[in-house]
Nanobody, 122 residues
């Protein structure tokens, strides 16, 4: 009924840039918060950045000044622009979104994408 599809991951050298995107599709009525998480080898999944439907953002300290989250509400898409990448940014990046659908009770549920690998070489 709802899918989040990420794209844009890959391999980049330290100091380089990547942009990952996540598009939501399906029987969507409304989307509230959208966010990006990451999970490195042997680590838990941690929040990187989030954005409300009105554009208010939250960014974890380790990426402030380097990563920017933004969204296009008309396209149901959230982006993460990553600059000045470091080897420690290597992880699988997951997007999530709080979505109300046409199916079932009118409430928001959290959906996750399948993840996209970002690898930063030194």
């Amino acid at each position: 009924q709802v899918q989040l599809v990420e794209s844009g991951g890959g391999l980049v050298q330290a100091g380089g840039s990547l942009r990952v995107s996540c598009a939501a599709s399906g029987s969507i009525v409304s989307i509230n918060d959208m966010g990006w998480y990451r999970q490195g080898p042997g680590n838990q999944r941690d929040l990187v950045a989030s954005i409300t439907r009105f554009g208010r953002t939250t960014t974890t300290d380790s990426v402030k000044g380097r990563f920017t989250i933004f969204r296009d509400n008309a396209k149901n898409t959230v982006y993460l622009q990553m600059n000045s990448l470091k080897p420690e940014d290597t992880a699988v990046y997951y997007c999530n979104a709080d979505i109300m659908t046409l199916i079932g009770a009118p409430s928001f549920k959290t959906y996750w994408g399948q993840g996209t690998q970002v690898t930063v070489s030194s």
